[in-house]
């Protein structure tokens, strides 16, 4: 694949970075978090968001090239807002399967968070569903054990789009959901999403995990999850990704 000579190059010129989501209070408009997405700089200067180089991450060793990059870019700009005196709070990093099947993620996190002086339990790891396929043993589920360990959290991402997911609620530690956004798409127009989401509030209560919605694009969408009780959620109505200097304009502003 072409892309995947081009994302090289990119992390060799220094061409990635992240960019930012923040996770409000739907109530309060507060930030609570951020979560970090893969931005890349083609040589022409256009950025391409990482949907358009996901194609390259299938190739196990740039998706671990690109996974210790963000690592390390990720500790800088959190090393950078705790120094401001921003009262940050977490930061999510989306990881795959191939990162958990590469082994020692857990001493590679440990290490660029070490290295920046950032305590782990700002750390959330944004898995999704995928990282059970090709292999059900519970190796991801021990390696997912001992990052919590270490003060780390895990947010299922994308969640009720994949197979079988509330087994995964079983299986695997998670301390957040994350709703994925084709339920919020249709929150307002359509009882059997509305329901899904009332349902899936109801198991992360019981469960004790905390429940982020994903895509809020409109008023409608944040008040039907406000009653419902899904008081966190991300999406274009708060803020699109934004690059670390904006970030940094938001959190002094609303965090
Ligand atoms: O940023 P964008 O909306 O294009 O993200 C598209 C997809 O790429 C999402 O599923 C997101 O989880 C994933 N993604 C974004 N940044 C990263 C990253 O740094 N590493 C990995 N593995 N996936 C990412
Ligand atoms: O799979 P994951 O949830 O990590 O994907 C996040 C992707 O969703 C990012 O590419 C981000 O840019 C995109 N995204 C975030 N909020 C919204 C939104 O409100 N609307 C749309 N269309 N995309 C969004
Ligand atoms: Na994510
Ligand atoms: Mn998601």
New binding site residues.
Partial sequence: IQSIRDLDEALSDGRVFSAY?PIVRIDTGEIIGL?A?ARMRRQDGRIL???EFQDAMTDARIASRLTDHMLREVAADVRRWLDMGIPFQHVGV?VTGTDFRAGCLDERIEEAFAAADVPLRHVIL?V?ENVYMGGSDNRVARAAERLRSKGMRIAL??FGTGHASLTHLLDFPVDII?ID?SFVDRIVADRPSLAIVQALVEVARKLDMRIVA????TAEQADRLLSLGCVLG????YS??VHASVTTDLLLRFA
Avoid: S, T
């Fill in positions: 989501q979560e997405l968001a990482a949907g989306n944004e999704n991402d994308d994350k956004k994903e895509g809020i694009e991300q999406g274009y109505r699109r990704p």
